[in-house]
C-alpha cells in the first residue's frame, strides 16, 4: 500500500516559484504543488481545461474579460482554450491537476520542466 502524500512536506522540499513538482498520478494525469508569488504569464491550454486549488495564500485568476478571486481551499477550473494569467498576491501554494505532458504555460517551448518530489 502506498504511503499517503503529505503536501506540506512536498512544499517544503523547494523554493522556486511556478516551478511544478508532481507528488502523485492518477487516470493518466498529473497532481501537482507549487509555490507562486506574482504574476505568471498569459497563457491558454487548448486541449485542456486548468485546475487551481488555493492550499495556503491568495490568488488572482486574471481572464481578458475579469477576474477570479480566490483564498485557502477555495478551487477554479479554468476551461480550455481561454486565456489566463495567475497573480499570486504574496506567497502562494496550490494544488493542480492536468494530463500528464500538459505543459504549465500551454506551449512546450516555454514551459517549465515538471518534477517529481
Known amino acids: 500500500m502506498p504511503d499517503p502524500v503529505n503536501l ?3 512544499l517544503a522540499t523547494f523554493g522556486q516559484r511556478w516551478s511544478p513538482r ?3 498520478r492518477f487516470n493518466g494525469h498529473d497532481v501537482m504543488v ?3 508569488e506574482g504574476e505568471f504569464v498569459w497563457h491558454a491550454h487548448p486541449d485542456t481545461d486548468d485546475f487551481f486549488l488555493v492550499l495556503q495564500g ?14 485557502p481551499g477555495d478551487l477554479h477550473v479554468v476551461p480550455r482554450g481561454v486565456e489566463h494569467r495567475p497573480v499570486a498576491h504574496g506567497e502562494v501554494h496550490l494544488l493542480l491537476i ?5 505543459p504549465n504555460t500551454g506551449d512546450e517551448a516555454t ?3 515538471k518534477v517529481v518530489a
Request: net charge positive; no cysteine; aromatic share 0%.
Open 111 to 113: 514551459a517549465a520542466v
Open 58 to 71: 491568495h490568488l488572482t485568476i486574471q481572464l481578458r474579460d475579469g477576474e477570479v478571486r480566490l483564498g
Open 98 to 102: 492536468e494530463p500528464a505532458g500538459t
Open 34 to 36: 507549487v509555490k507562486g
Open 8 to 10: 506540506a512536506a512536498k
Open 22 to 24: 508532481i507528488v502523485s
